[in-house]
T-cell receptor
Framework: DSGVTQTPKHLITATGQRVTLRCSPR?????VYWYQQSLDQGLQFLIQ???????AKGNILERFSAQQFPDLHSELNLSSLELGDSALYFC????????????FGSGTRLTVV | AQSVTQPDIHITVSEGASLELRCNYS??????LFWYVQSPGQGLQLLLK??????LVQGIKGFEAEFKRSQSSFNLRKPSVHWSDAAEYFC????????????FGTGTRLTIIP
């Protein structure tokens, strides 16, 4: 157990639908990062939150959004889903502003049918 | 362009043999360097990291990596691999300036043969 909890582990949904992925960071970590892993794109950074505020954006589609709540858990919302959104979505957390060992959750496997 | 490269997509080694996985980066200054391992169906586990100091870094599971500034490389090594080392290995960097997002290489899949 890495200390980073992601739910659900698996999600199957239809095109056009909306889903929410949840991440609870390791205790004491203020930063949360979301990554998408697919066969054709590899591991792509989506977005980072630090202590409730957005700090960096990567290759995140406009159909996707995220937020970090006061208790530091984060949610990634994916809407108007397309087949190409099928991927493994990882959340990672780190202690603060300086790079440290980012701790990854076990991921949510999203399948869009 | 700033990037991290893993030249080998797939490597096969015999159990007990030595291993070296290559990683090169292209940044104006030395980035923070990491190696992660991903077993099938699992998340990413940190093997080791380099920020500064001693260029030979020891990690978990018997892995080590050597930072070579002149070659812009951070290669991962293990003297003797075990069947359980079969996995996907990712080199990753965080630039020394700017935001702290981790940028991954494309990964190297390691297969171990008996």
């Amino acid at each position: 157990d890495s200390g980073v909890t992601q739910t659900p582990k698996h999600l199957i949904t239809a095109t056009g639908q909306r889903v929410t992925l949840r991440c609870s960071p390791r205790s004491g970590d203020l930063s949360v990062y979301w990554y998408q892993q697919s066969l054709d794109q590899g591991l792509q950074f989506l977005i980072q939150y630090y202590n409730g505020e957005e700090r960096a954006k990567g290759n995140i589609l406009e159909r996707f959004s995220a937020q970090q709540f006061p208790d530091l858990h984060s949610e990634l919302n994916l809407s108007s889903l397309e087949l190409g959104d099928s991927a493994l979505y990882f959340c990672a957390s780190s202690a603060g502003r300086l790079p440290d060992g980012y701790t990854f959750g076990s991921g949510t496997r999203l399948t869009v049918v | 362009a700033q990037s991290v490269t893993q030249p080998d997509i797939h490597i096969t080694v015999s159990e007990g043999a030595s291993l070296e996985l290559r990683c090169n980066y292209s940044y104006g200054a030395t980035p923070y360097l990491f190696w992660y391992v991903q077993s099938p169906g699992q998340g990413l586990q940190l093997l080791l990291k380099y920020f500064s100091g001693d260029t030979l870094v020891q990690g978990i599971k018997g892995f080590e990596a050597e930072f070579k500034r002149s070659q812009s490389s951070f290669n991962l090594r293990k003297p003797s691999v075990h069947w359980s080392d079969a996995a996907e290995y990712f080199c990753a960097v965080v630039p020394p300036f700017g935001n702290e997002k981790l940028t991954f290489g494309t990964g190297t899949r390691l297969t171990i043969i008996p």
